[in-house]
């Protein structure tokens, strides 16, 4: 059995830098066309140059795969001027803003602490047609983080979109049913990605019998009720539901530590993880326009002109990937999974 498919983009990707970047990039450019690229390095992405830089390496990089197109964003701060917002939207090559709540997630203490403080600079990129990716969840330590998400959309994401009703926003790495109505119930200027992980799986995979820290990310996997909701969506076809893996690596030792790393790595394998959640769901008719179409039309681009083809060929995933001088452990390390993207 084959599947042939517009080629796909992933909308939200982890490259990081140096030596890691060089051990990941290529698991992602030999698929996708292009991959919305996140901008929490050490030190962070803030600007166009810095952007600009960080492209040339990525590029660099990849070089094996010259049609790869890394699209750049920039980390909000709060410091972030509307004039920078100008030149970003300028340049071409950058196509969003990250926003992340300062500590709720990897390399987010430069985040923002206050939403009011950046409201100009998200004027600004109203303006500019920057598309506004949102890491959607309070860090109130007093909130349960089985709950941030769903309290991020009711304190912080339904008040921005009133107030700023043209710019484009996309939750990403949806995982609760609050957020699957949010979209359903919003406006054509917001949509939401979602990973393999949160189709796949829920809290009792990442607890249940020991646990288990390579299923550690955040936001933090849900009871599977929210599986099951972001399943419903994903499967309807929606329109403004599309393909981000969030694939965030970190060297095992990082993440097998008393404090390990919030991150899934999933970029070795990320259509073939998703090809098996629709066929799972008798909805592989869906998966084209969810991986090739709805990002590029959600983010005004043309979709891609060329192909890739799945075919069901059963193939066991490594243990590990090299990642430096250590290694990283992968989704479904060691499983066997049902499709393979065709050389």
């Known amino acids: 059995m084959q599947l042939t498919l517009t080629r796909p983009d992933d909308w939200h990707l982890h490259l990081r830098d140096d030596t890691a970047l060089n051990a990941v990039v290529g698991h992602t450019a030999k698929t996708f066309a292009r991959a919305v690229v996140m901008p929490n390095l050490t030190p962070p992405v803030i600007n166009t140059e810095l952007a600009s830089q960080y492209r040339d390496r990525i590029l660099q990089a990849a070089k094996a795969y ?11 701060t709060e410091q972030l001027t509307p004039e920078e917002i100008a030149r970003a939207g300028a340049s071409g090559f950058i196509k969003a803003c ?34 506004l990716c949102v890491h959607g969840e309070v860090v109130d330590p007093k909130v349960d983080i089985f709950d941030r998400e769903a309290v991020f959309i009711d304190q912080i994401l ?7 009703p043209e710019l484009r926003v996309v939750l990403e790495h949806i995982t609760t049913e609050q957020a699957a109505t949010f979209i359903t119930d919003s406006p054509e200027t917001i949509g939401a990605t979602v990973t393999p992980q949160h189709l796949m799986y829920n809290r009792n995979d990442m ?7 390579h299923f550690y990310c955040l936001p933090i996997i849900k009871r599977d009720n929210h599986r099951q909701a972001l399943v419903n969506l994903a499967m309807s076809g929606h329109p403004r539901l599309f393909l981000g893996t969030d694939s965030a ?19 070795h394998a990320a259509i073939e993880l998703y090809a098996e959640v629709f066929e799972q769901h008798g909805a592989l008719d869906k998966l084209e326009a969810f991986a090739s ?17 799945l075919e069901k060929s059963p193939w066991t995933v490594p ?18 999974l049902q499709w393979r993207v065709r050389d």
């Not at 926003?99 to 430069?110: C, E, F, I, M, Q």
């Not at 339904?158 to 700023?164: A, C, G, M, N």
Request: charged share 20%.
């Open 207 to 213: 607890l249940v019998g020991g646990i288990k820290p």
């Open 293 to 309: 179409f709805h990002g590029p039309d959600f983010y005004g681009l043309p979709r891609n002109a060329d192909t890739i083809t």
């Open 98 to 131: 990250k926003l992340y709540p300062a500590g709720a997630t990897t390399n987010s203490d430069a985040g923002v602490k206050d939403i009011q403080k950046i409201y100009p600079t998200l004027e600004a990129m109203q303006r500019a047609n920057l598309v």
């Open 158 to 164: 339904t008040p921005l979109v009133r107030e700023f």
């Open 66 to 76: 010259p049609g790869f197109d890394p699209l750049m964003t920039l980390y909000l």
């Open 319 to 336: 243990e590990t990937y090299g990642f430096g001088d250590d290694v990283l452990v992968p989704m479904k390390a060691g499983a066997e």
């Open 249 to 267: 690596p970190h060297a095992r030792t990082a993440k097998e530590s008393a404090c390990g790393c919030a991150g899934m790595f999933s970029a």
